[in-house]
């Protein structure tokens, strides 16, 4: 195994400059630094990129802040952790999970001992307390979400505005004129979770733009039964749903909807809206635009590794265009039945 006397050797330079070379914590010339690098990589001494790494002061680390909590969609957290470790290793650096409950301080520890390089900020809130850290740390921070405020922030996210108006639109065109949206656990209301909002708020707006009758309803417990009971009671005429829930509702909602003799399409539409795709699981049976952690990590990745590079200014937001994948699962409005019309 190489040495660090085999490097000085194979550069033709002192031990003393081949540290410095590796660590970065003296000046040395370009040329300098760049033979002993090579020499390095030659004698299998470090590896080029992390020679590189400690040159240029990094740890080639991503942490990525994500909290855990009782009402977490694990489909929808492990889904969005992998993607950006897969797109941090596509630019050769390694993620740091940091998963406790105290985002805040597990976010200020990794600045503060310069554990990684840079943050990615997963599952934001609103009121977010971590955008108000990530303004005063030195420590490049993306978010992938939007907090209300994102002044002085660098956010990536899909449009969920356009994603929410397309579904509606798109059952208001076929016909519905009375539509529900199945949206989130009360918990994950009540903390503010930033995308379940903005889908509620989209929802309504553009519902009401369109003279729709709507409700939203939020399940208890990952079954449809009681949740589609309610939406049937408080809509009797219902014949077109918004899905952004947990993945396992979603799942269940044909079959809850059998249970009172209505069908999809044929009685009722469905089109899911920022719903995450379950690895290794089929997909929901509906029409989605959904949140794809594929579409926004490696664009929240790419303007980090760009803000570290000084190739990117840091601040502003990137909203995703949604996709929309077709299922089948919206049809023409069913017509009120002779008597009915009476």
Known sequence: MATIEDVAREAGVSISTVSYALSGKR?????????VLAAAGRLGYAPQAAA??????????????????PDTDHTAHMAFTMAVTTAAREHDYDTLLLVHDDAVEGMRRSAATSLADGIVVLDVAAHDERADLA???????????????TDGLTCVD?????????AVDALHAA?????????????????ESNYPLRIEEAFARRAAELGIAHTIVHPRAAGADAVVDELLERLPGLSGIVLSTLTDVGLALTAALQRHGLRVPDDVSVIA??????????????????LD???TCPVAVDALVGILDGTVAP????????????????????????TEVA
């Open 315 to 338: 601040g502003g937001v990137t909203l995703v265009p949604p996709v929309r994948l077709s299922r089948g699962s919206v049809a023409r409005a069913p017509q009120p039945h002779p």
């Open 293 to 295: 952690p594929a579409l």
């Open 273 to 290: 809206v920022g719903m995450t795709p379950a690895p290794g699981r089929a997909p929901l049976p509906f029409d989605s635009f959904p």
């Open 135 to 149: 303004r005063r740390l030195d420590c490049p921070v993306v978010f992938i979400g939007l907090p209300a405020d």
């Open 175 to 191: 016909g519905h004129r009375t539509v529900g949206l199945i949206s989130h656990l009360p918990g994950v209301m009540d903390r």
């Open 27 to 35: 000046a040395i010339s370009e040329d300098t630094r760049r033979r």
């Open 52 to 69: 590189r790494a400690l040159a240029a002061r990094r740890s080639q680390i991503i942490a990525v802040t994500t909290p855990l909590h």
């Open 158 to 166: 899909l449009d969920f505005d356009a994603a929410v108006t397309h």
